[in-house]
């Protein structure tokens, strides 16, 4: 009698983490694919030691029972896919155009013939922005990190590196200014008017309010479908705009420089959104009530960072325009979504 020979056991490729796939993952998913240590299937709490104590339970309310919800936040993809190497080596090569750019207006001495009155707009608005800034990339830190997947947490981490290069460069022309104009309170002033300002009060309480929107899908939606796009609008497009039309061309090419990151970071984050719509049946409801309760602080912040725009006597905007061109680009980007 002949014996069936035993059919032999599958081996498992090393990728074998993604279940049953059809292809090799690529290098973005090989890299990115659960490796948040505290989101381990296999442990009885994310961090160790007691279930109980201050650091699982925060994770626990924040992100495991956070209102927005999907049956898997690990089958996210960010649009662009970047990891560590490829964002390094993209970023490199922007930062040698920053670097073009900077220098070749330093060797023309821009900085000595512009005006006094925009002079002092960028003491007001531009060289104070390293503040929001830097509070925004805190935000998109913590986002990060309580995220309740790896695939949420690279691209955070990378938005955060964006913003403190946004921070780094705006605090390299705040020294460049200083030297062209060093009477003009470049360097000495800014925090005073980041905490006294009354233009810049309501741009300040809504970004500390975003340090202490704990639940991670909150912060979130706070600070990547609102108070950015929203605050971006006003220091990078309108910003740059009123700089050409006051002489100031370095500002105007350097925020459009910049506005790639900002667009970067709105794609992953409209995905981001897209796939909790399209995952949860109640997360419209969640995403939109956090949206109603962001949207206006956004929109005083944008009126009041407008009343440094209106008071040049010429090529200013008004106030009321700045605000609405905001808002505008703002519900743009959430009517794309579905979310108004």
Do not use: C
């Not at 924040?62 to 996210?76: E, G, H, I, M």
């Not at 662009?80 to 090569?93: E, F, K, L, P, W």
């Not at 984050?269 to 206006?296: F, Q, T």
């Amino acid at each position: 009698m002949t014996e069936t020979p035993a059919t032999p056991k599958r081996r498992l490729r090393t990728w074998s983490a993604f279940g049953d796939v059809k292809r090799r993952p690529s290098e973005y998913e090989i890299v990115t694919h659960r490796t948040n240590w505290t989101l381990r299937p296999d442990r009885k709490a994310p961090l160790e030691g007691n279930p109980s104590s201050p650091g699982n339970l925060w994770l626990l309310t924040y992100r495991d029972q956070s209102p927005l919800q999907v049956p898997d936040w690990d089958d996210f993809r960010d649009p662009d896919a970047h990891t560590y190497r490829s964002y390094v080596i993209h970023q490199d090569q922007e930062e040698g155009q920053v670097a073009g750019l900077l220098d070749q207006y330093a060797t023309a001495r821009a900085d000595t013939g512009l005006s006094p009155a925009w002079v002092r707009t960028l003491a007001e608005l531009f060289t104070p922005s390293r503040f929001p800034l830097h509070g925004s990339q805190q935000v998109e830190a913590y986002i990060g990190y309580v995220a309740p997947s790896s695939y949420i947490t690279n691209p955070a981490a990378l938005a955060a590196a964006d913003l403190l290069r946004r921070v780094t460069l705006v605090s390299y022309r705040t020294r460049e200014l200083q030297i062209a104009h060093p009477d003009s309170g470049f360097a000495t002033g800014e925090r005073a008017v980041w905490e006294h300002g009354e233009a810049w009060q309501p741009a300040r309480r809504a970004v500390e309010l975003a340090l202490v929107a704990y639940d991670w899908a909150e912060a979130f939606t706070a600070l990547n479908l609102v108070l950015l796009p929203t605050l971006d609008d006003v220091l990078l497009r309108q910003l740059g705009d009123v700089a050409r039309d006051n002489g100031d061309e370095q500002s105007w090419l350097l925020g459009g420089r910049l506005a790639a990151d900002s667009d970067r970071r709105m794609r992953w984050s409209g995905a981001l959104a897209r796939y909790a719509l399209e995952n949860g049946p109640g997360n419209a409801g969640v995403l939109r009530k956090w949206i109603g309760k962001w949207s206006p602080r956004a929109d005083d912040a944008a009126a009041g960072l407008g009343h440094l725009l209106e008071t040049l006597p010429d090529h200013g905007r008004p106030a009321s325009e700045v605000a609405d061109g905001a808002r505008r680009t703002r519900e743009r980007l959430l009517s794309e979504l579905g979310l108004i």
